[in-house]
Structure formats: C-alpha cells, structure tokens
C-alpha cells in the first residue's frame, strides 16, 4: 500500500473582544443577552445607515499580526461580498479582499508527539481580514427564526498555507492560536462560544509528492476535539477512495457533532458570484509608523519565547515550562515568584505545579488576582527551607494567606506554627502518648515495629504539626525501645 | 461586449430574482448596452493613470470603542415582515429552484 500524506489548511475566524461591535456602536457580546437587543439602524442594514469603524478592532489586529510576524499594509481597504442570505441584513458583508489589514506571516509550533522525535512546524498565513459576524439562524419546523445580534460582531479572518501534515498538528494549532490569543488579550477564543471557528481543507498525496490533489472543504466544527476527529476521519475516507482507485472531489463536507460523521453539504457559490468591490461607505486604512508604534508599546514576550526561555535561563524541564506559560497571568506570576524567592526556580515551579495552579483552577481567577501573591508564595518556601516551618505547615499556609490575604511569617508567629525542634518538648509529648496507649506501646514492644507511623502520627497530631516529623520519629523510637 | 441569456439567467439567480422569458430578453439587451456603454472608457489611453478606487483622501476615521443605547428590539422588528419570539421569521427553504 501506498504511504499518504495529508496536506491541511485552516481557515480561522476569530472573534475579537471588542466592547462594541466593529462598525456601530451596539454592544459585541451578546452571550447572555435576548435575541435582537443588541442591534441598531447600522448593524440592521436600514437605509441610510453608514458604517464607522471601530479603532479597538484595528488595534486588536496590529497585535495580532505583530505576533504572526505579518506584514501591516500602509492602506488597507475593506470590500463588499455580495451575496443573499437572510442573516445578512445588508445583501453584502463588509470584508476585505485585496488590500486587506495584513499579508503573510507565518508561527512556528514545536511538536512534541507522544512516541517520536520532537519537532517544529513552519505553518504560514496568507492573510488577515478585518470582517464583520452575520446573525444568527435557528431552525424552526416549517421556519427560521433570525437574530441580529451577533450582525456586525468583529471577527478577523486568517488562512493558514496548506502546511500542516496531520490531525494533531491542525489541533495544535488551534491550542497554540488559542493561546496566543488569550496571551495577546484580544478574543476570548472559546470554540464552544464560537469566538474561534475553523474551517478546514483536506487533500492527500503520496509521501514524498509534491503536487496537490483536489481538496475537500471541512465547515462546522466547533471543538478542538471536533477538528481532530472530522480531519482524521477525512484523511481516512480519502485514502480509501484513492486505493480503490475513485477520484477525489472538491466537496464541501459539513462535520456531525452528534453523529460523529462527515456530511456533504450542497454546492456553495464560487467566489466569482460574490462580486467583491471597494466598500464605498468606508475610508481606507492608513497605518502610520507612529500609529503603529503607539500600539506595541508595552508588546508582551509571546507565549512561546517566554517557553524558551523559561528553558533556557531557569534550566526547566520542557514540561514545566509548557505548563507554567500556558497562561500568561500565571507565567508572570512564577517569573515574580522566582525573583522574590532567589533560590532554585525549579523549587517554585514544583510549588505552584502541585498547589497554586489547583487554587487558580478552583478559585476560577488568574492567578494575579490571588490573595496570595508571588511575594506571600515565595515567602512561604523560604520558610520552609530555613526549616521555621515544616513542608505541611507550609502547604496549609497557602490556603490561610489566600483566605486571609495576611503575610506568611504574621500567621505562623500568631498561630505559633513554627517548628518545634526542642527535643524536651517532643520528650514530653512521646511520654503522653505512650502513657496514654499502654496496649499500642506493649505490641511495639513485642515486635510490632510498624506501629512507628501511628505513634509518630500521634505526635504530629498532638504538636499540631509543629514538630519536625524526621526529628518525632528518632525520639519516639528511642523511647519505645528502652 | 453582450451578455448572454444564461449570464442573465445566472445574475438574476444572484439576485434572487424571477425573471420571465421576456424579461431575460429585455435585460440582456439592457445590461449588454450598459456594458458597452462602459465599454467606451477604453478608447482612451490610460496607461500613466494610477487606478482610481475612491476620490476621498485616504485618512483613517474612527469611533471609539464606546456603546450606546441600541435600538428598541419592538421598533426593530416593526420592519419585519413576520416575526415570532422577538425575531425575523423566514421561510425553511431558502434556495430558488436549481
Ligand atoms: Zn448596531
């Protein structure tokens, strides 16, 4: 049999978050709110009604574009698609065609497959489009029922070149978009919410090839689990269709979240019909060197050099760094933590891996709004180190100064949690418990040896975790055995 | 530079418009002199004449990213042919005959 390969390319359209929507003043998100409340004479296509464009939406974009290393266009203009669909109030989108807000561009992703060599991805975009969100359609027996609230909502579209080589990579893309994103500030990029959708085009060859083969379109999935599944499914259909000898057909096929199969949608109008010209409501875009300049002041260290990094100068394993720069909020909040605490940052890297990142999960907040803050964290493992309080102690502080909000070393004074390293008062202790449990003390006594645990336990317990636990275990077995 | 009876037939599928036979006739007479009318604009030598896609100067204008009151969802859908549970009710079969 021959060995395939498969040529993808993603089509995104990411929502960006926008307070209000990119060519009137309603308001963009509309998650919670009714159908048609969120809508006006613009977004509605009434007539009369002229567009005017939203400045966050163009500054959103130069981010964006920045991070993908992508060319800004010093004009850029928007264009009319015209085509007829009942939650396109206007008969046209307002979208960009051949001057759009950037060109080219490219991520690098590294890819590091469970059983194989790690390797990076060379993934290039074409383009990005500034555009605007149709409504919504809902289907009812015998009707539709339009909503317009999402009409208007700005979305950027962007197209990858036909560079990705497998379901996982086209996965991971999408993670690594997601990322980067919610890094830069400007979606929310949930696909459940549809903030990030994704089209995908599909074709095989023979490995080693370099021709391409006709190509299918894959519209509708809406989960990164989704995109996986309907792209590894295609791969599959269209490797049996060509060992049987059939030819590929350029369908678009249409993903069955429920179903869990692809389905062939009818045929949709060729580009040709959607009769592009200059939107004429509109100015072009004019982007100034200075304006420029003024958005990427204070431009973030983007999610993956910051991973290098992270590599690089703290020495961390590749899996910790992936973790802990995962988010941005809590990426910053070990890089604080590192530089209060100036011991070994793999030791805080294990503290917020087993704990703090629990908390952020639990608390549902980014870690910056913690009550317990890098300085509060990196405090609580020198005291650990320096041996006032044992490792226990230390991990049941984290939950007191997040409740509290007061500092580590306030809390242990007032509580009198610092360790007890003076032998008299761990004697005292061990005398009780033996007193106390003359049948435990007997059995140990008699070779039960094993019962170590549940006296020192006991120590622990009475002492309120106090007591170096190492230093309980020698006193209590001295004890037991004279 | 004349039109076709399918280009017409296809522009009013575009359109969604119905057009009877007579009609394709006429319109194809009508948009075929409209074409060549336009047609004319290359007697003339425009060779050392940048492309022209707006006489307006090209300055950005902007809003800022502030909302305001929208409209009431009622005045709205006053434009509404039919309505049902505040939205725009449309037919279930939306294309023409293939
Ligand atoms: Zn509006």
Redesign the interface.
């Known amino acids: 049999m021959t060995e395939y390969e498969a040529i993808i390319g993603l089509e995104t359209h990411i929502q960006l978050n926008t307070t209000t929507k990119i060519f009137c003043s309603c308001k963009a998100d509309s998650w919670f709110d009714p159908p048609n409340t969120n809508i006006c004479p613009v977004c509605t296509g009434l007539p009369g009604a002229l567009p005017t464009l939203n400045k966050a939406v163009v500054e959103k974009a130069v981010l964006l574009a920045k991070a993908m290393h992508a060319n800004l266009l010093p004009l850029s203009y928007f264009a009319r698609k015209n085509y007829f669909y009942p939650d396109l109030p206007k008969g046209y989108q307002i979208s960009q065609y051949d001057k759009p807000i950037a060109v080219g561009g490219f991520l690098d992703m590294p890819m590091n497959p469970a059983n194989g060599q790690s390797y990076i991805r060379h993934i290039t975009i074409d383009n990005m489009h500034l555009e605007e969100d149709a409504g919504k359609t809902r289907n009812e027996p015998g009707r539709r029922l339009i909503d317009f609230n999402r009409c208007g909502v700005p979305l950027i579209e962007m197209v990858t070149g036909p560079d990705l080589r497998s379901a996982d990579e086209a996965a991971q893309y999408l993670i690594r978009l997601r990322q980067l994103l919610r890094w830069l500030g400007i979606s929310e990029a949930d696909m459940e919410k549809a903030h990030l959708r994704c089209d995908a085009n599909v074709s095989i060859r023979p490995k080693g090839a370099s021709h391409l083969n006709p190509k299918t379109e894959i519209k509708n999935v809406n989960s990164i689990d989704a995109v996986k599944e309907a792209i590894g499914k295609e791969i599959e259909r269209q490797t049996n269709e060509m060992e049987a000898g059939h030819k590929i057909e350029t369908w678009t096929l249409e993903w069955d979240e429920d179903a869990g199969v692809l389905r062939k949608m009818r045929s949709k109008e060729t580009e040709a019909d959607y009769r592009y010209f200059r939107e004429p409501d509109l100015l072009a875009i004019r982007m100034t060197d200075e304006w420029r300049n003024a958005i990427l002041e204070g431009f973030p260290e983007l999610p993956l050099e910051r991973r290098a990094r992270f590599i690089e100068d703290y020495g961390l394993p590749e899996y910790d760094a992936e973790i802990l720069t995962g988010e941005r909020s809590l990426s910053d909040y070990f890089e604080t933590t590192v530089k209060t605490y100036k011991g070994d940052p793999k030791r805080v890297s294990n503290w917020i891996m087993n704990d703090i990142l629990r908390m952020v999960n639990e608390a549902g907040k980014p870690a910056y709004e913690l009550k317990l803050t890098p300085a509060f964290l990196a405090e609580i493992i020198q005291l650990v180190d320096s041996g006032t309080i044992n490792t226990s102690t230390g991990k049941n502080l984290l939950g007191k100064v997040e409740t509290s909000g007061r500092a580590p070393s306030k809390i242990v004074e007032e509580e009198g949690l610092a360790k007890v390293s003076d032998d008299s008062a761990i004697r005292e202790v061990c005398a009780k418990i033996m007193a106390a449990s003359p049948n435990e003390t007997a059995s140990y006594k008699a070779g039960k040896v094993t019962l170590i645990g549940w006296f020192v336990g006991q120590v622990m317990k009475e002492m309120r975790g106090k007591a170096d636990p190492q230093i309980a275990r020698k006193i209590m077995e001295e004890m037991l055995s004279q | 530079m004349s039109l076709s009876r399918e280009e017409v037939i296809h522009i009013a599928k575009?359109?969604?418009l119905e057009l009877s036979d007579n009609e394709i006739e006429r319109y194809q007479q009508q948009l075929s002199s409209i074409l060549e009318y336009a047609d004319r604009l290359k007697e003339l030598n425009t060779s050392q004449i940048p492309p022209t896609?707006?006489v307006?100067?090209?300055?950005?204008?902007?809003?800022?990213?502030?909302?305001?009151e929208?409209?009431p969802?009622d005045k709205?859908?006053k434009?509404a042919p039919q309505s049902?549970?505040?939205?725009?009710?449309?037919?279930?079969a939306?294309?023409g005959p293939q």
Request: hydrophobic share 35%; proline share 11%.
């Open positions: 575009l359109a969604r896609s707006s307006l100067p090209a300055r950005s204008r902007f809003r800022d990213d502030v909302p305001v929208s409209l969802t709205l859908l434009n049902e549970k505040d939205q725009f009710k449309v037919p279930p939306l294309e």
